[in-house]
C-alpha cells in the first residue's frame, strides 16, 4: 500500500512538473506543447499565438529595452510594462522640482508624452530554425575554439543574407547549448516616449522590502507609446512622428480571474540554466552567489543611508539601488530554495543513474562515460578564479570612477588620429560622462570604493593583486579611506567638468596626464593583471565548460529519450502557461492567490517611504469608489500563477485563455527564486498585477481615463 502511495505522490509531481515547467519556442508549440495548452484552457489556435502569415500576439508583444517585455494595448501604439522597467526613464526626467518619481508623471496629450533617446522597443518579425546552416562544417573532432570559429562565420553570412540591407536586426543564438540555432528578425523602433506613470508609492509599493516577495501589493507598471514615421516605419525621435499602428494589440478583461484558471505568460525571459550538473550549481552556491551577497549587501548599505540623508541622492541612486537590490534577494532566495530542494543532492542522484547508463550502453560508453568526470576537474579549477571574478567585478570594478576610466582604454592609438576621427570619439565620451555624473554623488562613490578596495586587497592573494594596490597600501598603511580621499584629489574622474576639460586640452600632454591619474592606473593596472593572468584561463576553461555543457546536454535527451526538453531562456520570445493557484510557503503558512486594496491600507505607515500611501487613493478606498475595476465591492491588486518565469519577463503580458490581457507579470515569489536552476512546482509562482488595478490607477487616481479609452475592454 505505501509503495502504491509513494509512485503515485512521484507520478503526480512529474505531471505537474510537466504542466508548467518549461519556456517554449512559439513556432513549435502545436509539436510540443498546443495540445496540453488547450486541454488547460486555452480557446484560440496556435496562429492566434505565432504566426508570419497573419497579424498574431507576437505583433503585440516587444523586446522593452535591452532586458524587459512590454505589451501593445490600443491601435495608437500605446505600451503597458512595469514601473521598475520604465524606472530609468522616468528617473531620467525628475528633478527636486520635478520629481516624477515621487509624485508620478501622466501626459494630458500626446505633445506633453516624454521622448527617450535611447530607448527602444523589438518586435520580432520572424523566428527559423537555421541549425543545418550554422553547423556546416562543423564536425566532431573540432576544438571548442575551432567550431566557435566556424559557427560566428555562419552566423555572420546568414546575418547579412537577412538583414535586408540593415532594415532588421537579425540574431542568430544557440539553443540547447549549441545542438540547435535559431535565427531571430527583429524591427526595432527608436522613438518611444514615456505617457504614464503611477508614483512610487504606487508603482514601487513595498519597495526592496517586499521585493521577490508575496503577498504584494504593488502596482509596478508605467505606460509609454510608440512613434513611426509617416509610412508607420521606425525612425530617430522627430516631432513630425506618429504613433504608431500596431498589426495587433491586446483587448483587456474586467472578468476577473479564479483559482485554477489558465494563464499564459509571453514575452522574453532572459536567462535560465535547468540541465546544468551538481558540480556547476555548486559553484554557484559555494563561490558565486555568498560573495556577490555579501559584496552587494555593503553597497546598498551605504547608498540607503546616503539616499536617505538626501534628496538629490535619493532621485540619483534610486534607479541603481533598485538594480543592486534586485539580484542580491534574488541570489539570496535562489541559495535558500536550492538548499531546501536539495538540488545538489536530487542533482547527484541524476548523474548517479546517467553514469549508470554511459557506462553501460555501447554507443554511451565511448562518447559520455568520462564527461561527468570531466566537468569535476574544470569546475574544481574555476573556483579559484571564479572568487576573483566576484571580487573584482561585485567589488571595486562596481566603483563608478574606475569604471567610466574604460572609456579612455584606446588612448595610445588617439596620438595617431586626425581631429575629424578623434572628435566624434571625444564627443561620445562626453556623452557617456552627462549621463553618468548627472547621477554621481562622489562621497557616496569613495564610500563604497574604499570599502571595495579594502575588501579585494584583503581577499586575494597576492599573486593576483595589481601592483598599485601594493603600492597604495603601504604608503597609506592600510587606511583605505584616506588613500580614496587622497587619490580623488588627484584625478579627473570626479566630475563631468574635469572631463570635458581633460578632453578639451587632449593634445597638450594629454597621454602623460592620463598616465599619471591615479584612478585610470588603477583601472590600467587592474585590466592589466586581468587579461594577462585570469582571463586567458577563465576563456580556457569556459570553452572547456561551453563543449561539455554541449555534449552533456545532447547525452540527456538520449538518455531521457521520452522526455520532451525546452530550451533554457536566452531573452528571446517564449510561451510559458499554468494556472493561478496558491502555494504554502513552510509548515504551518498558507497564502491566498490575491491580494486587495485592502492589504495596501493595512500596509500604510508614513514614516516610511516605501509604505507610505498617498491620500488620493486612501480617498479612494475610503469611499470605495472603484468605477467599473471592482470585483463584489473589492478591489483586486495581485495575484499569483505556476507559470515559469525569469528575469526578462518583467512586463510580459499574463493572458487567459481567450487570449485578453488580464495582468502584467512583474516578479517571482522568493521561494521559487531557485526556478532558473531547478523548478519547483509546488513553490515557483509567478506575481502579477491585475490589470483591473491597472485601470483604476489610470482613471480613478490619475484621472487619465483618456488612455482607457484607447483600449478595447471586454467586460
Known sequence: MKKTLLLSISLLIVFITIANEGMWIPMLLTKYKFADMQKKGFKLTADDIYSINQASMKDAIVLFGRGCTGELVSDQGLLLTNHHCGYGSIQSYSTIEHDYLR???????????????????????????????????????????????????????????????????????????????????????????????????????????????????????????????????????????????????????????????????????????????????????????????????????????????????????????????????????????????????????????????????????????????????????????????????????????????????????????????LNPVFATIKGRAKDMYKDFNLSTDQKMFSIMLKIYYDSISSNYQPEILKIWSKKYKGDWNKCVADISNKTMFTSEDKINLFLNNYKINGTKTLEKDPIFTLWSAISDMYNQKVLPIVTTYNNKIDSLNRIYMKAQMKFESDKIFYPDANLTLRVTYGKISDYSPKDGVSYNWFTTLDGIIEKDDSTIYDYDVPARLKELWENKDYGNYAENGVMNVCFIGTNHTTGGNSGSPVINGNGELIGINFDRNWEGTMSDIMYDPAQCRNITLDIRYVLFIIDKFAGAKNLVDEMVISK
Open 103 to 421: 509624485d508620478g508623471f501622466w501626459a494630458k496629450n500626446k505633445t506633453d508624452e516624454l521622448s527617450n533617446p535611447k530607448l527602444t522597443v523589438t518586435f520580432l518579425v520572424r523566428m527559423d530554425d537555421v541549425t543545418t546552416h550554422i553547423l556546416t562544417n562543423v564536425t566532431e573532432n573540432l576544438t571548442q575554439e575551432q567550431r566557435n570559429l566556424i559557427i560566428s562565420k555562419n552566423i555572420a553570412k546568414l546575418k547579412k543574407e537577412n538583414s535586408e540591407n540593415n532594415k532588421y536586426n537579425v540574431e542568430i543564438k544557440p539553443f540547447y547549448y549549441g545542438n540547435e540555432y535559431y535565427m531571430f528578425i527583429y524591427e526595432v523602433f527608436r522613438d518611444v516616449r514615456l505617457v504614464g506613470a503611477p508614483p512610487s508609492a504606487v508603482g514601487k509599493f513595498g519597495g526592496d522590502t517586499d521585493n521577490w516577495m508575496w503577498p504584494r501589493h504593488t502596482g509596478d507598471f508605467s505606460v509609454f507609446r510608440i512613434y513611426a514615421n509617416k509610412d508607420n516605419e521606425p525612425a530617430d525621435y522627430s516631432p513630425n512622428n506618429v504613433p504608431y499602428k500596431p498589426k495587433r494589440f491586446f483587448p483587456i478583461s474586467l472578468k476577473g480571474v479564479q483559482k485554477d484558471d489558465f494563464t499564459m505568460v509571453y514575452g522574453f525571459p532572459g536567462h535560465t540554466q535547468e540541465y546544468i550538473p551538481s558540480f556547476v550549481i555548486k559553484l554557484i552556491t559555494e563561490v558565486e552567489n555568498p560573495i556577490q551577497i555579501k559584496l552587494r549587501e555593503i553597497r546598498l548599505a551605504i547608498m540607503n543611508e546616503d539616499m536617505n540623508s538626501n534628496q538629490t541622492i535619493r532621485i540619483q541612486y534610486s534607479s541603481k539601488y533598485a538594480g543592486v537590490a534586485n539580484y542580491w534577494k534574488k541570489w539570496l532566495g535562489e541559495n535558500r530554495g536550492l538548499k531546501r530542494l536539495d538540488a545538489i543532492n536530487k542533482k547527484e542522484e541524476f548523474e548517479k543513474s546517467f553514469q549508470n547508463w554511459a557506462n553501460n550502453t555501447s554507443q554511451a560508453k565511448n562518447n559520455y562515460s568520462n564527461l561527468l568526470n570531466e566537468y569535476k576537474v574544470v569546475c574544481e579549477k574555476l573556483r579559484p578564479l571564479s572568487k576573483i571574478d566576484a571580487y573584482l567585478f561585485e567589488g571595486i570594478m562596481t566603483g563608478e570612477m574606475v569604471r567610466f576610466a574604460r572609456n579612455f582604454g584606446d588612448y595610445k592609438s588617439w596620438q595617431t588620429k586626425t581631429d575629424s576621427t
